[in-house]
T-cell receptor, first 109, second 115 residues
């Protein structure tokens, strides 16, 4: 079945630095979504990528969808303490979303 | 957007008992899902709650253990039956409203602890 793998599992970042989290699927995806879950909260939708090679930006966040539609990345520049949380990618193959394991981000001030 | 409420927000239950979790949405939605998230883990889809028909369960989840009701387009329940400590988890209701390009909204979750 469809599997979505995400690395790294943990990311400890100095405030102001950049980091990237990566997502890979075992199968071609129709689209990929990214969610953020703050500690103690529920997942909140960030963005959806649909087209091969698509790149979208939200302020300091840059999302990419691979040419083969099997991988994606989230890059955050100039990390702030508000970026703390777990970032999940979720790939849609047929009808359902398969969530990656998530990257839990902590920030050193 | 969709606003989702869940009841209860948390519960502590004894082994062998059952708990029913309610999910209420502020608008009519066709697609409604139930997920499980164990502490520090990812989200696992339990089933899709279908209005007017039986839920569609994912591999590893069965109706006898997780019966689901979906009486209308704004409400659903998930029951965790004959609970064991392995069922301790957060259970999340989620919806995918039409016209939102597949974006899913999640409820606040129900934190279940089984002793």
């Amino acid at each position: 079945g469809q599997q979505v793998m995400q690395i790294p599992q943990y990311q400890h970042v100095q405030e102001g630095e950049d980091f990237t989290t990566y997502c890979n699927s075992s199968t071609t995806l129709s689209n990929i979504q990214w969610y953020k879950q703050r500690p103690g909260g529920h997942p909140v939708f960030l963005i959806q990528l649909v087209k091969s090679g698509e790149v979208k930006k939200q302020k300091r966040l840059t999302f990419q969808f691979g040419e083969a539609k099997k991988n994606s990345s989230l890059h955050i520049t100039a990390t702030q303490t508000t970026d703390v949380g777990t970032y999940f990618c979720a790939g849609r193959g047929d009808y359902k979303l398969s969530f990656g394991a998530g990257t839990t981000v902590t920030v050193r001030a | 957007s969709a606003v989702i409420s869940q009841k209860p927000s948390r519960d502590i239950c004894q082994r062998g008992t059952s708990l029913t979790i309610q999910c209420q949405v502020d608008s009519q939605v066709t697609m409604m899902f139930w997920y499980r998230q164990q502490p520090g883990q990812s989200l696992t889809l339990i089933a899709t709650a279908n209005q007017g028909s039986e839920a569609t369960y994912e591999s590893g989840f069965v109706i006898d253990k997780f019966p689901i009701s979906r009486p209308n387009l704004t409400f659903s329940t998930l029951t965790v039956s004959n609970m064991s400590p392995e069922d301790s988890s957060i259970y999340l209701c989620s919806v995918a409203p039409s016209g939102r390009d597949g974006e899913q909204f999640f409820g606040p979750g129900t934190r279940l602890t089984v002793l």
